[in-house]
Structures are given as C-alpha cells and as structure tokens.
C-alpha cells in the first residue's frame, strides 16, 4: 500500500519559537494533502488542505498566517507553526488521497508538537 | 449540530462477541462514508469504507449504512482485545476523492478477555 511519512515524529520547542513538520507521500504523486489536528480525546480537526502549486484552502477558525502551509512539490507538503505556544500542543497528522478513481486516504504516522 | 456525530464510549463488550457502532451525520447530501481505527498515539487507519444503502462486510467487519435515516454503523463480529481501540467514523464533503474527511469524535472500545 501507499507510504506517507511524516518528520519529525515528535518535538519539543520553547513559547514563541516556529516549528515544521513534513509530510512526504513516498508512492505516489499527490496534488492534494490535508493536514488535521487531534488534541488527546478528541477527534481529528481538519485544519487546511494543501493544494500543490496554489495557496492551501484553510478550515474556518484557523488562522492561515499562524499555520503556513507550503506544498512545494508533488510528493512534499509542509505545515510550519509560527509562533508556537503550549496551546498549540498537539498531534499534527496529514493525509494523502490516492486518485485515479479510488477513495483511499493515506494517513501519515502522525507529528506530536509539545511546546513549553 | 456537529456534523458527525458518535457516542464516545467507552462501549465495553467481552471477547467473542459483536460490538456495534453508531454514527449519525447531518449533511443529507454526503455519499462516501468511512470507519477507521485509531490505536492510542497512532494515526488512523482505515477500516471500511461504505456508499450505498445496505451491508458491506469485510471479514469480521460490517459496515451498515441508512441514508434516509442518516446512519451508518460498524459491527465487529468475535471481538478481540486487538479490537481495542478508538473509532472514527467520516464522511466526505463532496463526490471527488479528494474532498475533505469530516470525523466523528470517535468511540472507544474496550474487549475484556
């Protein structure tokens, strides 16, 4: 099956420090990603989709100047957090939808953001 | 109205026997829906994926789905505790694959041997 993988898998940063996370679809080309968020005991929260070669389209209540996306290439999407603060403690996930008639979402392993 | 909706749980039931569990969602015009499983700390993976009124099954898993009633729900047949574990039921905005994955808050399971 398809591989997405995502870098890094954990990381712990200080209040006001900026922080990237990759997401790297390793099968298959992908000209859209999506990023969610999960806080513990809570569901998946999507936050943007990362559109290859345009500005990603942003979730309502999600501030596209605090969450940078950047999806530079067909196989490469990355979130950057600015500015991070502890309430943005968190598990970052991306997926990968497969196209040419399929309907699979290819979920990444998952970044946990600690920020302290 | 969240726009999916699942008991959270925890739904408790002991090894071997059938565990169901219920979604409901709002938008009358979703056509793809979903379950998945997330492990604690993990990321989710996909277990079923259901479009059309009825059954599907897949192994120990049936997916059901009610579009007049707006319903979908998942049984897992001889429970496991590797069944163990939360999960998520989606639905996509939109016919395209890449439409956007709406989640469920999730119900968590709990298989006693």
């Known amino acids: 099956g398809a591989v997405v993988s995502q870098h890094p898998s954990w990381v712990i940063c200080k209040s006001g420090t900026s922080v990237k996370i990759e997401c790297r679809s390793l099968d298959f080309q992908a000209t859209t990603m999506f990023w969610y968020r999960q806080f513990p005991k809570q569901s998946l929260m999507l936050m943007a989709t990362s559109n290859e070669g345009s500005k990603a389209t942003y979730e309502q209540g999600v501030e596209k100047d605090k969450f940078l996306i950047n999806h530079a290439s067909l196989t490469l999407s990355t979130l950057t957090v600015t500015s991070a603060h502890p309430e943005d403690s968190s598990f970052y996930i991306c997926s990968v939808p497969l196209a040419g008639g399929t309907d699979t979402q290819y979920f990444g392993p998952g970044t946990r953001l600690t920020v302290l | 109205q969240k726009e999916v909706e699942q008991n959270s749980g925890p739904l408790s039931v002991p090894e071997g026997a059938i565990a169901s569990l219920n979604c409901t969602y709002s938008?009358?015009?979703?056509?793809?829906f979903f379950w998945y499983r997330q492990y604690s700390g993990k990321s989710p993976e996909l277990i079923m994926s259901i479009y059309s009124n009825g059954d599907k099954e897949d192994g120990r898993f049936t997916a059901q789905l009610n579009k007049a009633s707006q319903y979908v729900s998942l049984l897992i047949r001889d429970s496991q505790p590797s069944d163990s574990a939360t999960y998520l039921c989606?639905?996509?905005?939109?016919?395209?694959?890449?439409?956007?994955?709406?989640f469920g808050q999730g119900t968590t399971l709990q298989v006693k041997p």
């Open positions: 989606a639905v996509r905005r939109g016919s395209s694959n890449t439409g956007k994955l709406i």
């Open positions: 938008d009358r015009g979703s056509q793809s």
